[in-house]
Nanobody, 126 residues
């Protein structure tokens, strides 16, 4: 069992940066690939990116590639989402999720993730 808690959300202006954290408790955090998703108002939840269990590889949706970076510190049981050059369309509730198995097996599909956090709100507005 893995419990996930996101933090770091808030209200920022376009062009600003924000770093989200996802703290995990429970055993074997280091064995899970970790993904980030987001859900904007009135829209379905969508994939943002994923990082392998050891942080060696990442994969991002095209909408955030070059602006967002996922990293992790397994010693701290934490995964991060660094978001730069934020845009109003990045406004959403952001979720982290833990995935068993290979990171590149259906990373965009929610049903492939085993545990989810409760989400943290990010609002980008001038």
């Amino acid at each position: 069992q893995v419990q996930l808690v996101e933090s770091g959300g808030g209200l920022v202006q376009p062009g600003d940066s924000l770093r989200l954290s996802c703290a995990a408790s429970g055993r074997s955090f280091g064995s899970y690939a970790m993904g980030w998703f987001r859900q904007a108002p009135g829209k379905e939840r969508e994939f943002v990116g994923i990082i392998t269990w050891n942080g060696g590889r990442t994969y991002y949706d095209d909408s955030v590639k070059g602006r967002f970076t996922i990293s992790r510190d397994n010693a701290k049981n934490t995964v991060y989402l660094q978001m730069n050059n934020l845009k109003p369309e990045d406004t959403a509730v952001y979720y982290c999720a833990a995935k068993r198995g290979s990171y590149n097996t259906g990373p965009r599909r929610e049903e492939n993730y085993d545990y989810w956090g409760q989400g943290t709100q990010v609002t980008v507005s001038s």
